[in-house]
């Protein structure tokens, strides 16, 4: 058997006590909690009921929150950017545009003037032809080559030769009246060829007046030469270049 001392004994009833007081304070506290923590639930539906009330009165809610704000900004701001971007692809759109108008007319006159250079060029070489076999003092018999006839392609139309070899276009085939013999003035310039009526046995060259065709002449001068040059089309037809 143990014995202690009367202060050891009141020092354990103080200890006994001081537990007790604290359970007791433990178990006060654990049921203010609980009170607690039902009121603030009842207050957070109240809360939550006044809240869904309110927004139903005023409608849906904006962005006005911190990040949806933040959202729309950069969205402002992207879309910003873009129309400025787009204004300048405009712009450059516009600019390039007039550039190839500008492109486009100054590749149409170079290629007329190329034309006309051409053109020239050739009439240059046939009239110095001409001088050389003027100089060459000989006459050149020229050579049939073939019988044909001569079809405006665009109006499908015949050449054909009428009354006081006026020259007219006809949209029927008039046997000899719209069949020439092709001659080749010589070997030398077969490019050179002439166009002589079946029916009239007259040549299809220039007017000495106006400069006009007509089928008149009595012999292969140089009025009546005239120089086959092929389309660039890809086509069967072919132009006719006439010069004095």
Not at 13 to 34: N, P, Q, S
Not at 124 to 143: G, H, K, M
Not at 213 to 240: K, P
Request: charge should be neutral; hydrophobic fraction near 35%; charged fraction near 25%.
């Amino acid at each position: 058997q143990t014995y202690f001392s009367d202060d050891a004994k009141r020092l354990f009833e103080r200890i006994r006590k001081d537990m007790d007081d604290t359970v007791a304070l433990d178990a006060d506290i654990r049921g203010k909690d609980d009170v607690l923590d039902s009121t603030a639930t009842n207050s957070k539906s109240q809360l939550w009921g006044s809240s869904i009330c309110e927004q139903q009165k005023r409608g849906p809610p904006s962005p006005t929150s911190f990040s949806a704000n933040q959202r729309y900004q950069k969205q402002e701001v992207h879309l910003s950017d873009l129309s400025s971007q787009l204004t300048e692809i405009q712009s450059l759109s516009m600019s390039i545009g007039s550039g190839i108008i500008h492109q486009n007319e100054v590749l149409t006159s170079v290629d007329e003037k190329t034309q006309r250079l051409a053109e020239k060029t050739k009439m240059v070489t046939r009239r110095a032809d001409q001088l050389n076999r003027r100089s060459a003092w000989r006459n050149e018999i020229p050579a049939v080559t073939s019988v044909i006839t001569l079809q405006l392609i665009s109006a499908k139309a015949y050449l054909t030769v009428g009354n006081k070899n006026t020259i007219q276009l006809s949209s029927a085939y008039q046997r000899d009246a719209s069949l020439f013999k092709m001659h080749s003035r010589s070997a030398s310039s077969s490019s050179l060829v002439g166009f002589q009526n079946v029916l009239t046995q007259k040549w299809l060259g220039l007017s000495f007046w106006g400069g006009g065709i007509v089928c008149s002449a009595g012999s292969f001068g140089a009025r009546e030469e005239w120089e086959v040059e092929a389309t660039t089309s890809g086509g069967d037809g072919a132009r006719l270049l006439a010069a004095a």
